[in-house]
Structures are given as structure tokens and as C-alpha cells.
């Protein structure tokens, strides 16, 4: 679902905008920066919290 979740937001931004995302789904680690490869978004940032977060920093691309 944060997978799914985050493509939608960047949809909704324009270039240059950065969107944070902040998971529980360990399964996102992996899911999201292999989507952001296949695309012109760039992630800036993955940190993994103690608490089982994952967060996200996402440059939108064009």
C-alpha cells in the first residue's frame, strides 16, 4: 500500500517538489526505490527508525 499510496502523491506535485513518506511496511524498503528507478523521480533520502518506519524523501521528476 505505501507503494501505491506514493505514486499517487507524486502525481499530484509538480517538478521539484519533495514528498516524505513515511511507512510501517517493511516490504516498502525495497518496493519504493526500485519503482523510483524505473522513473524520473530521484529519492533523496531512506532512513530505517528503530521504531519500524521507514521514511522517504522523493524529489519529483517531470
Known amino acids: 500500500m505505501p ?3 506514493t505514486k499517487l502523491a507524486l502525481r ?3 517538478s ?3 514528498l516524505k513518506v513515511i511507512a510501517t ?3 516498502s524498503q525495497q518496493d519504493i526505490p526500485r519503482y523510483l528507478e ?3 523521480h530521484r529519492l ?3 532512513t530505517n527508525e ?3 518506519e521507514f521514511t522517504f ?3 519529483c521528476g517531470e
Request: glycine share 12%.
Open 12 to 14: 499530484e506535485l509538480t
Open 44 to 46: 533523496l533520502s531512506h
Open 50 to 52: 528503530s521504531l519500524g
Open 57 to 59: 524523501m522523493i524529489v
Open 16 to 18: 521539484g517538489q519533495i
Open 38 to 40: 524505473k522513473t524520473n
Open 25 to 27: 511496511d517493511s516490504g
Open 3 to 5: 507503494l501505491l499510496k
